[in-house]
């Protein structure tokens, strides 16, 4: 039987991530392409199965930054996934570290781009997004004292993101994140932080499942 996989990878391009692209870059080709890729170990875990990887990257940098969002398709920046592994390859070698300033980057640019981008974007028996980076979001409910953040006004902001790239995203899609952290101790109180929400967003979609069934 045929099984599709839709991963998208939401990739800090600040220039903090120089140290790290490299391996962040080979590191996706070994997930999209390599022996241990996606498909690979699907197809060899469950017999039977043909496995078809639609795969989207988006890279993102900060507020300030003039370019915050990169996009395989700079016409069509909706247009999220693809089959098409070789114009993966080429638009993530073009990804280069540059921007940012303080600490903290611009997740919420990027999760608000993916919502955006629509449930009919996804079409996977498996979804799953990776938010890769180095930092956290901006706001002081997601990171340690001492860190740098220029924005610190965007706590609310970041928090209403995370909430509804859950609710109106994960939650309808069954949708997996995994933070991919590139510097764990700085992003564990973000990482904290969004579970916490997930867990509000769930119980809310819990509730409202229960109210509608109960409803004459």
Known sequence: RDVTVD???????TGSMAPALGMVKAQLG???RGEGSIKARLEAQTSGISVKLRVAVVGFRDVQDSEKLEHRMRDAPHQLFTEDLDSIDQFVAQ????????TCEDIIKVLNHVVDCGVDAWEGNAKIVLLVTDAPCHGEQFHDEGVRDDRVDLGQ????????FFSELAIPLDLSLLLCSCNPPLTERMAERVESIAVQAYDAAAAAAAAAAAAP
Not at 157 to 164: H, N, V
């Open 7 to 13: 991963v998208a990878f939401l990739v800090d391009c």
């Open 30 to 32: 070994e997930i999209v």
């Open 95 to 102: 990804l280069t570290p540059r921007g940012g300033g303080d």
């Open 157 to 164: 902001r970041s928090e209403k993101a995370w909430m509804r």
